[in-house]
Nanobody
Framework: QVQLVESGGGLVQAGDSLRLSCAAS????????MAWYRQAPGKEREFVTA???????LYVASVKGRYAISRDNAKKAVFLQMSSLTPEDTADYYC????????????WGQGTRVTVSS
């Protein structure tokens, strides 16, 4: 079965950087768009960024210029490099896979928590 396993979350200070990873298995990774969503405490899950199999990327406006998504098809992994973090970036971050970069995303990981202290 499809598994997406996130890692790399943690507690950081405002202004710091953090890199999240998502390891995929059970799917033809190169055929799937990959995305990162996040859910802040008390808020709904929101789209953050996505990358197509060919490398086309989408970002929500609030993270443009600070976050960068990338993928390694050989390693079946997707990454999220986050910089200039603020407390507003505090959330559980989820990796997702789907057939289209614009969604919908059919497979989801369990999430990794990112906490940014001020």
């Amino acid at each position: 079965q499809v598994q997406l396993v996130e890692s790399g979350g943690g507690l950081v200070q405002a202004g710091d950087s953090l890199r999240l990873s998502c390891a995929a298995s059970g799917l033809t990774f190169g055929a799937y768009a990959m995305a990162w969503y996040r859910q802040a405490p008390g808020k709904e899950r929101e789209f953050v960024t996505a990358i197509s199999p060919g490398g086309t990327t989408l970002y929500v406006a609030s993270v443009k210029g600070r976050y960068a998504i990338s993928r390694d098809n050989a390693k079946k992994a997707v990454f999220l490099q986050m910089s200039s973090l603020t407390p507003e970036d505090t959330a559980d971050y989820y990796c997702a896979a789907g057939l289209h970069v614009g969604g919908p995303f059919d497979y989801w990981g369990q999430g990794t928590r990112v906490t940014v202290s001020s």
